[in-house]
């Protein structure tokens, strides 16, 4: 087990070779380096220490996904392993089907989808076409996101052609900081299911939303498309990787930023806001209210 100054020297390598503002990047290795100096970090355990170190970096800069990550499951260390957390992620979508918790009609003809995560657009076409397909006739939809903790951009893109016409809407743009390129991210041409157009479509939020899912909420209320109801959202808006720096910890680096084609911006720091604010256990019974109502 390597060294926590160890640990923390491999943490900073990663976040200011791949940190998507590199000015930032070189304000939290010095204050990070500060601490460390001055034994801040001496004699933690490996849970506790990327407790301890994720509360200072979010303290220097403040963006959600920087962060240590303690996992009871052992990492590769080996380079030909790395492929920013990818393959656990996919992993982990498979045995949470794929990020879909549950699919319901209500009365009123009501469609509700929950979603925990975002899965990619690929290995989850399939289940998102399949909850799609069964609420295809419903009247209105309440797609829940208030417990989804983030996933893929491109899965997000998908969830969002659902609701729009075609694949002429050109949603957001992701800059990469690593390959200094910008991908462009657009409705998707073929989808497995019918897409849910000309209906009202109310979307859950909650403090505990997150990434992939906050993409969803904020690109569909920016197209107009859908009511946001429930709290404001955690705020992270960029797209991170995962890389191994001891066989317990993971370093997490935002190494690109997302841009809204409709605002410009995005959701880090702030939230996605939600139309009509209420506490975020009081979000389905409003949403219901006002669709049932016509509203």
Not at 87 to 95: I, P, Q
Not at 201 to 212: K, M
Not at 267 to 292: I, S, Y
Request: aromatic content about 6%; some cysteine.
């Amino acid at each position: 087990m390597p060294t926590n100054e160890e640990i923390i020297e491999r943490a900073l390598d990663r976040i200011g070779a791949g940190y998507v503002f590199p000015d930032k990047a070189l304000v939290v290795g010095a204050a990070i380096r500060g601490r460390l100096a001055a034994g801040a970090y001496e004699n933690l355990d490996g849970p506790a220490l990327c407790e301890t170190v994720t509360a200072d970096l979010q303290e220097v800069c403040p963006d959600k996904h920087l962060r240590l990550l303690w996992t009871d499951e052992p990492q590769s260390l080996d380079p030909v392993d790395e492929d920013g957390g990818e393959a656990a992620f996919l992993a982990l979508l498979r045995a949470e089907n794929q990020g879909i918790q549950r699919v319901e009609r209500l009365e009123g003809n009501i469609g509700l989808i929950e979603v925990r995560r975002i899965a990619s657009a690929v290995e989850g076409a399939r289940a998102i076409g399949a909850a799609m397909q069964l609420v295809a006739h419903s009247s209105a939809l309440v797609l829940d996101l208030r417990g989804c903790s983030g996933g893929a951009p491109e899965g997000a893109a998908m969830w969002c052609s659902y609701f729009l016409p075609d694949d002429q809407v050109h949603l957001n743009d992701i800059y990469d900081r690593t390959s200094d390129t910008t991908r462009q991210y657009w409705t998707v041409a073929h989808l497995p299911a019918p897409r849910y157009l000309d209906r009202p479509v109310r979307i859950l939020t909650s403090e505990f939303t997150f990434s992939g899912g906050e993409d969803v909420a904020y690109t569909l209320q920016a197209q107009g498309r859908a009511v946001l109801v429930g709290a404001t959202t955690r705020g992270g808006a960029h797209p991170t990787a995962r890389y191994a720096v001891a066989e317990h910890v993971l370093v997490t680096v935002p190494a690109a930023r997302t841009i809204n084609t409709v605002t410009g911006g995005n959701w880090e720091g702030v939230g996605v806001v939600p139309d009509v604010p209420v506490p975020a256990e009081q979000a389905l019974e409003t949403a219901l209210k006002a669709l049932r109502a016509g509203a």
